[in-house]
């Protein structure tokens, strides 16, 4: 039972280019939710997704940052024209499809964003 | 003031000992509290899980919730070195669509 999948494990752009981390959920799972680890800080929040729809991107940043999770295939995260301050891990995580597992959410192993 | 707190350590123990680890939050609407170990460069993992006070116990771990201080914590018995790791406490409101707030996370060490 493949758990939630991240990849590419690790990235590395320069300034101005785009980055695109993707995520496959666990089976069974229509939840899914980034989050931003930056170094010596928690995990943050940015936005909850469900099949073809936005839920909660109270977290993300106004600008650059996009997320969509497609009827088909894995959730996308974009960022556009990265900045150093992009330079951290990001995770994802995903819930069964019933109410109040909302609130236990299982975590890929991240990627490691490197802004050069 | 952060929505959770969390000692960052790190915390060093000798093997076998009873470890205590805690976070204290401010949003009385939190419901949901789940504590996570993440190892280096690793992603998260989910240990425990509780909804609302009391206590839970599930093999060496413990995880106890005492809502009127707003205090969580997960006490880890018999302590092993492949015990340490990084613990993340987590809170969510019912009905917030499931987004996690976490504590900073206190860095534990097992020592052999």
């Known amino acids: 039972n493949a758990g939630v999948m991240q990849n590419p494990r690790h990235l590395v752009r320069r300034r101005g280019q785009e980055a695109r981390l993707r995520c496959s959920p666990m089976?069974?799972?229509?939840?899914v939710y980034w989050y931003r680890q930056l170094p010596e800080e928690g995990l943050k929040f940015m936005v909850y997704l469900q099949k073809e729809n936005i839920i909660d991107e109270s977290g993300m940043p106004k600008e650059r940052f996009s997320a969509e999770f497609p009827k088909e295939g894995p959730s996308i995260l974009r960022i556009q024209q990265v900045v150093r301050g992009d330079s951290a891990a990001y995770f994802c995580?995903?819930?069964?499809?019933?109410?109040?597992?909302?609130?236990?959410?299982?975590f890929g192993a991240g990627t490691r964003l490197s802004v050069l | 003031q952060k929505e959770v707190e969390q000692d960052p350590g790190p915390l060093s123990v000798p093997e076998g000992a009873i470890v205590s680890l805690n976070c204290t939050y401010s949003n009385s609407a939190f419901q949901y509290f789940m504590w996570y170990r993440q190892y280096s460069r690793k992603g998260p993992e989910l240990l425990m899980y509780?909804?609302?006070?009391g206590n839970k116990e599930d093999g060496r771990f413990t995880a106890q919730v005492d809502k009127s201080s707003k205090y969580i914590s997960l006490f880890i018995r018999d302590s092993q070195p492949s015990d340490s790791a990084t613990y993340l406490c987590a809170m969510s409101v019912y009905n917030q669509g499931g987004k996690l707030i976490f504590g900073q996370g206190t860095e534990l060490s097992v020592k052999p």
């Open positions: 089976k069974g799972h229509s939840h």
């Open positions: 509780t909804y609302s006070s």
């Open positions: 995580a995903s819930s069964p499809p019933f109410e109040e597992a909302k609130n236990i959410q299982y």
